[in-house]
């Protein structure tokens, strides 16, 4: 079974996360990168519906960051990840966060990778 890995990089989205002061008061710049190993059971042909089709992640991911005010980016990443894992093609999902306006020299950030749990290969 062929593997392939789709990527979503540098998806960057204005949101409500932080447990500071300055950080609630208004959104901010939040850089998300996502890689979906996807498998599937021969090569796929040229057709969309062959492969894992990105634009479910990247909407998905813009209609969560608007859904509410995230505390923590290890949060933020887990509901990712969670978005990616619906598709039983992914077998493993890389995702991380990063804010990109909480230092001037430095952005801060999260990444955790995950595989389904309750499902058969």
Do not use: W
């Not at 540098?10 to 447990?19: D, F, T, W």
């Not at 040229?46 to 990247?58: G, H, K």
């Not at 969670?82 to 966060?97: G, H, I, K, W």
């Amino acid at each position: 079974m062929p593997d392939y890995v789709i990527h979503l990089d540098a998806l960057e989205v204005s949101m409500g996360l932080g447990i500071h002061a300055h950080e609630r008061a208004a959104p901010q710049r939040v850089r998300i990168d996502v890689a979906m190993t996807c498998r599937y059971p021969a090569a796929p042909e040229d057709r969309i519906d062959a492969v894992v089709d990105y634009d479910f992640l990247r909407e998905g991911i813009h209609a969560l960051v608007r859904s509410r005010h995230f505390e923590l980016q290890e949060v933020l990443c887990e509901e990712v990840a969670t978005l990616a894992l619906r598709d039983p093609r992914v077998v493993e999902v890389r995702v991380r966060s990063m804010k990109q306006d909480i230092y001037p020299d430095a952005r801060v950030g999260c990444e955790i990778i995950r595989i389904p749990t309750n499902r058969q290969e």
